[in-house]
């Protein structure tokens, strides 16, 4: 048996389900966070550390105690939920019957946008947290902006798709 790339049943639904499953994911994550601390169900230890306990396990979250460290962690879960959310809106216009839509060059282009957003953010969330510009780990910005070049070319090699389709169905 052979696994279609394209279409339904193939490789694209099932990257899907699984770019969706990684959203919910970084979702639930992020509304756990904001319950615990609306609730107070967390623990600020004499060295102003947070430590939120995981429900059902003897786990827990540990961090800085402070505004810069919230809005840190926050962007990253907001934008990465974001970033799984329209990857997986991607594969889900590669699962219809039509590969060449204007729904996937939107989405396309959404995900062009976000990750050349990406490296930015990044940055300026490594500035808040520790107080100065870091270039220890610039590997995940620099494969965001990897990523987001090379959606740009994609979004317009499926422009050009998309076109020739029109023109191919009005012909017929």
């Given at each position: ?21 990684i ?27 947070l ?6 396990t003897?786990?827990m ?7 810069i460290?919230f809005i ?6 907001i ?5 799984f ?6 594969f ?15 989405y ?20 808040l ?26 979004a ?17």
């Open positions: 048996m052979e696994l279609k790339m394209f279409g339904k049943k193939s490789l694209s639904t099932v990257l899907f389900y699984s770019t969706r499953l959203m919910m994911g970084y979702g639930a994550f992020l509304l756990f966070l904001i319950v615990s601390l609306v609730s107070n169900n967390f623990i600020i230890t004499e060295s102003d550390e430590q939120i306990y995981i429900p059902f003897t786990s979250i540990k961090g800085g105690y402070n505004t460290t840190g962690v926050f962007c990253f879960l934008l990465y939920s974001a970033f959310l329209v990857l997986s809106l991607i889900k216009t590669f699962s219809a019957e039509k590969l060449f839509t204007e729904e996937a060059i939107k396309l282009r959404w995900f062009t946008i976000l990750n050349l957003i990406l490296p930015i953010a990044y940055v300026i969330i490594g500035i947290i520790s107080n100065k510009i870091v270039f220890n780990d610039i590997t995940p910005g620099l494969l965001h902006l990897g990523l987001g070049i090379f959606a740009a070319f994609i317009t090699i499926f422009k050009l798709g998309f076109t020739l389709q029109e023109e191919n169905e009005l012909t017929i």
